[in-house]
T-cell receptor, first 110, second 116 residues
Framework: AAGVIQSPRHLIKEKRETATLKCYPI?????VYWYQQGPGQDPQFLIS???????DKGSIPDRFSAQQFSDYHSELNMSSLELGDSALYFC?????????FGPGTRLTVT | SQQGEEDPQALSIQEGENATMNCSYK?????LQWYRQNSGRGLVHLIL?????REKHSGRLRVTLDTSKKSSSLLITASRAADTASYFC????????????????FGKGTLLTVNP
């Protein structure tokens, strides 16, 4: 069965650089979520999209933005990267309550 | 603010034993879910229990929910070495139940180690 695809899987950036993370949800899933998981931490909700419209926003810095495109894939754009942005970034998709997570993008900011 | 707190933070048992993890939450919920995460990898949905349910089973998993105490427990019976992972509870708040957005608020997680 198709799963959520995230790219890249690993990303190394320097401080103040920009990063773009991509997510391809499971076909026919109408909602996409982004979560951030710091080392040894639980995942924290960042933002979500329902049918390509932003549906909710969590603790997402102003330096971050996201969108969902006509083909339902989503991108998380992160600018002016800081050391504290180093984390695992997960995308999940769903039709209802149960969420299906991608493998994550490990972002390291040096 | 953190919705859920897991207890214990870490649990080490022998293969074949049962493992019980607890989760507490703060606000009214529509449902509570348990997810599993192998080290540094994606989360896998295990089981969902709705606020009007008290117990649910799925294979070797048993989940209970006590909304009066705002707590849930996950029991894994006859554990295997392959069950070694972090286990998170996650809640969907009650006020999300009418819309299309079901963002999850995760607890801190329990690291389960099953020794062969």
């Amino acid at each position: 069965a198709a799963g959520v695809i995230q790219s890249p899987r690993h990303l190394i950036k320097e401080k103040r650089e920009t990063a773009t993370l991509k997510c391809y949800p499971i076909p026919r899933h109408d909602t996409v979520y982004w979560y951030q998981q710091g080392p040894g931490q639980d995942p924290q909700f960042l933002i979500s999209f329902y049918e390509k419209m932003q549906s909710d926003k969590g603790s997402i810095p102003d330096r971050f933005s996201a969108q969902q495109f006509s083909d339902y894939h989503s991108e998380l754009n992160m600018s002016s990267l800081e050391l504290g942005d180093s984390a695992l970034y997960f995308c999940a998709s769903s039709l209802e309550y149960e969420q299906y997570f991608g493998p994550g993008t490990r972002l390291t900011v040096t | 603010s953190q919705q859920g707190e897991e207890d214990p933070q870490a649990l080490s048992i022998q293969e074949g034993e049962n493992a019980t993890m607890n989760c507490s939450y703060k606000t009214s919920i529509n449902n509570l879910q348990w997810y599993r995460q192998n080290s540094g990898r994606g989360l896998v949905h295990l089981i969902l229990i709705r606020s009007n349910e008290r117990e649910k089973h799925s294979g070797r998993l048993r989940v209970t929910l006590d909304t009066s105490k705002k707590s849930s427990s996950l029991l894994i019976t006859a554990s295997r070495a392959a069950d070694t992972a972090s286990y998170f509870c996650a809640t969907v708040p009650y006020w999300n139940s009418g819309g299309s957005n079901y963002k999850l608020t995760f607890g801190k997680g329990t690291l389960l180690t099953v020794n062969p």
